[in-house]
Each structure stands twice: as C-alpha cells, then as structure tokens.
C-alpha cells in the first residue's frame, strides 16, 4: 500500500524533470501572480488551505511579500495532490489568506505562513495567533534560513514565552502519520539540508506538536513549481510527502 501511495505522488507530478542548481537555490520563474486581496472559503467542513497574512518586516521577493510567497500555485497543486492521495474532502481550487488576528481562524485547524524570518506583529495579532495554538491548532513555517531564524525566534518567544523550540528526529510521529519518512539526512532543503523544528504543548513531548518549522527549506516552492519542469521530480515528491504528513497530523492531533 505505501508503495503504491509514494508512486500515486510520482504520477500526479509526471512531466517534471530535473533543473540544475543555482546558486544553492533552485532555479524558479522570476514573475510570480500577483498579491491579491485575502482570499476566503466559506466554512462548510471541507478542509481548507490557509496561509497567514502578517505584518511585513521585509522579505519582499519578486515583488510580492514573504507571506505570499509560492501564492496561488503552491496551495492549489498541494490540495490536489491532498485530495488524490487522502480522505479528506478539501477546496481543491480555493484557499484562504487570514491575518493573525481574524477570528475565523479558529475555524481552520492548520495553517501555513511562509517566510517567518519577516514576520511581525502587533498586540492584536499576537493574541490571535496565542489563542489558534490554545484552541488547538497546528501552525506550518515554511521558506527561511540562516539568520531569519532570530526574527522567527523571537516572535514565538512573543507568542509562547516559556515554549521550546527544539529539532525533530525521523522518530516523530509528525513523520509517520501518512508517509513513512524515516531518514531526515536524506531530506535535501531547498537552500541546502533541510532541519525541522517543533514545539510542544506545554514543552512535554508526550502532549501534542502545535508548530513544524522548515527551516533551510522552502517546500511551498516544490509544490508551485512541480508541474513545470523547473525543480527536480524527486525533489517535489518529498516535499509534498512532507505537507501531506504535516496535515494528517494536524487534523489527528
């Protein structure tokens, strides 16, 4: 059955072949869509993507921001790939963007912010985000590396004072709530080797993860960019193993 399922992932994404490396980044498109007006899903018990809209502290990438780095196209081939290889009934063709704050967050049990290393946010925001982990839900951070780890850092110091970061062996059960991820070294990031963060539910690994982070990695932009040839096959597959993973988690946990 899991051999079946990891090839149903290389079938969804047939006619992508491998790109060179650049840079230690993978060439990309340099034009991505535009940034539109936050997005919304009428709640009707489907799963629905969300991507966090924050206050920007920089990062602006091909002139849209980091939060909406990857927008639309990540979220719309990832739900595919969701909803070919699960049971969850989903929004194939439409997400979410909600600010920190918006109280119809607590409505979606996962969300998904890219680029934490610009992320800001004022008191508002901040009690938004601290009540979502409260309530249970499972926050994604995706797409940064080297020093933007402080900026992130910090902002969960704000959020969770007292929580701990700490790095995630192939042992978590995050890795083996639907694929079988059993070797982290073999995990190539996007910006070289990938490490995963988490943290727990009162800093007690027997409670609940509320957060992976990606760190060195940028799986959102495997996802957009795995239907055109510009990353590599192998490469885009792990990644949505990766998402796939973090969502069956979230939605058991």
Do not use: C
């Amino acid at each position: 059955m899991r051999l079946r399922v990891a090839l149903a992932v290389v079938v969804l994404v047939a006619g992508v072949v491998a790109a060179a490396q650049e840079g230690g980044r993978f060439r990309g498109r340099g034009r991505r869509a535009p940034v539109v007006e936050p997005a919304r899903v009428d709640y009707d018990g489907r799963f629905a993507f969300v991507r966090l809209r924050y206050r920007e502290g920089g990062g602006f990438f091909g002139g849209d921001p980091g939060w909406a780095h990857d927008y639309p196209r990540a979220e719309r081939n990832f739900m595919r790939i969701l909803e070919d290889l699960t049971l969850l009934r989903v929004h194939r063709d439409r997400s979410n963007i909600f600010t920190l704050d918006d109280p119809e967050l607590g409505n979606y049990p996962v969300a998904y912010m890219s680029e934490p290393g610009y992320w800001t946010m004022n008191e508002a925001e901040l009690e938004g985000i601290r009540a979502y982990l409260a309530k249970g839900g499972f926050l994604i951070f995706d797409d940064f590396r080297g020093e933007h780890w402080y900026n992130f850092e910090e902002q969960m110091r704000r959020v969770v004072p007292d929580g701990r970061l700490v790095e995630l062996d192939a042992a978590n059960p995050i890795f083996h709530s639907f694929f079988e991820i059993n070797d982290l070294d073999e995990q190539i990031g996007y910006y070289g080797r990938a490490t995963f963060y988490g943290m727990y539910e009162g800093n007690d690994p027997a409670r609940r993860l509320m957060l992976i982070a990606n760190y060195n990695h940028d799986i959102g932009e495997f996802w957009e960019y795995s239907d055109t040839g510009f990353v590599p096959i192998a490469l885009s597959n792990e990644a949505y193993k990766l998402g796939v993973n973090y969502v069956m988690y979230g939605m058991t946990h």
